[in-house]
T-cell receptor, first 111, second 113 residues
Framework: ETGVTQSPTHLIKTRGQQVTLRCSSQ?????VSWYQQALGQGPQFIFQ???????GRGNFPPRFSGLQFPNYSSELNVNALELDDSALYLC??????????FGSGTRLTVV | GESVGLHLPTLSVQEGDNSIINCAYS??????FIWYKQESGKGPQFIID?????DKRQGQRVTVLLNKTVKHLSLQIAATQPGDSAVYFC????????????FGGGTRLMVKP
């Protein structure tokens, strides 16, 4: 059973650019959630996808968007990057009431 | 890997001692709680969970206590080992699916050999 894999592991972008982060969910998991973790803080919920549709959203602006594909993998897209978007972005997958399994994250630095 | 929790509260314990990490949660409607361990450069790793109809749950070397009256969780680690050194987060569940978690601020546990 493979775990949650995220790519890339590190990324540097310029303010105003767009970025796409990718996540492959754990085998058998049909629900994917994305979290933003600023340095020194706990993860903050961005949104969740289930059956290719957004199924819950945290307090993030519309320039944070996502997709889920038929194989349950997912993308997080962030437009018009701001310096404060620099963070560790975590993907978590689950199936039904199971506890979410987290990936190791993508470290995004906006300069 | 990057450092998680540079400015977090820190608990320093001697190897072999018991550790108690505390957490106050915010939503009285939350009905599911999870403790996660996060090591540097890694994502959060599940430790133990508890539902709101329970006051205590035990795992291997870990115990979670839930006090709904004061909205307080604690994680007890018995015979703390150097490998337990990490940042610990409590999380409360907004729905019943195990996702959509609200995380607390975290505590760094340092184990002295």
């Amino acid at each position: 059973e493979t775990g949650v894999t995220q790519s890339p592991t590190h990324l540097i972008k310029t303010r105003g650019q767009q970025v796409t982060l990718r996540c492959s969910s754990q085998s058998g998991h049909n629900t994917v959630s994305w979290y933003q973790q600023a340095l020194g803080q706990g993860p903050q919920f961005i949104f969740q996808y289930y059956r290719e549709e957004e199924n819950g959203r945290g307090n993030f602006p519309p320039r944070f968007s996502g997709l889920q594909f038929p194989n349950y993998s997912s993308e997080l897209n962030v437009n018009a990057l701001e310096l404060d978007d620099s963070a560790l972005y975590l993907c978590a997958s689950s199936s039904g009431p199971r506890v979410a399994t987290f990936g190791s994250g993508t470290r995004l630095t906006v300069v | 890997g990057e450092s998680v929790g540079l400015h977090l509260p820190t608990l320093s314990v001697q190897e072999g001692d018991n550790s108690i990490i505390n957490c106050a949660y915010s939503n009285s409607a939350s009905d599911y709680f999870i403790w996660y361990k996060q090591e540097s450069g890694k994502g959060p790793q599940f430790i133990i969970d508890i539902r709101s109809n329970m006051d205590k749950r035990q795992g291997q070397r870990v115990t979670v206590l839930l006090n709904k009256t004061v909205k307080h969780l604690s994680l007890q680690i018995a015979a703390t080992q150097p490998g337990d050194s990490a940042v610990y987060f409590c999380a409360e569940n907004i729905d019943n699916a195990g996702n959509m978690l609200t995380f607390g601020g975290g505590t760094r546990l340092m184990v002295k050999p």
